[in-house]
Nanobody, 119 residues
């Protein structure tokens, strides 16, 4: 089991910055994948940024160059630094973790944190 707790959301003007944090209840060193998704009003949930096996990263095209995912294994925490925010970044941001066992996977979600970008 992995509990995920997000923090750092809020209201910011366009062009501003926010840093989201996701604290896990156990070591993230061996977690297969961990990252951030978002769901905007009337939209489907989409992948924003993620660490996968081997510390590879992947980003949604529209956030490349503006968002950076990072991790602190000692604190069991993953971060999402969001710069040059745009109104279209407004969404609930969810932390996600995937663990593996044999041929199976467990998927965990945080409760979400609201990010609102005003124009």
């Amino acid at each position: 089991q992995v509990q995920l707790v997000e923090s750092g959301g809020g209201l910011v003007q366009a062009g501003g910055s926010l840093r989201l944090s996701c604290a896990a209840s156990r070591s993230i060193f061996s977690i297969y994948a961990m990252g951030w998704y978002r769901q905007g009003p009337g939209k489907q949930r989409e992948l924003v940024a993620i660490f996968t096996s081997g510390d590879s990263t992947d980003y949604l095209d529209s956030v490349k160059g503006r968002f950076t995912i990072s991790r602190d294994n000692a604190k069991n925490t993953v971060y999402l630094q969001m710069n040059s925010l745009k109104p279209e970044d407004t969404a609930v941001y969810y932390c996600n973790a995937v663990t593996t066992y044999g041929s199976g996977r467990n998927v965990y979600w945080g409760q979400g944190t609201q990010v609102t970008v005003s124009s």
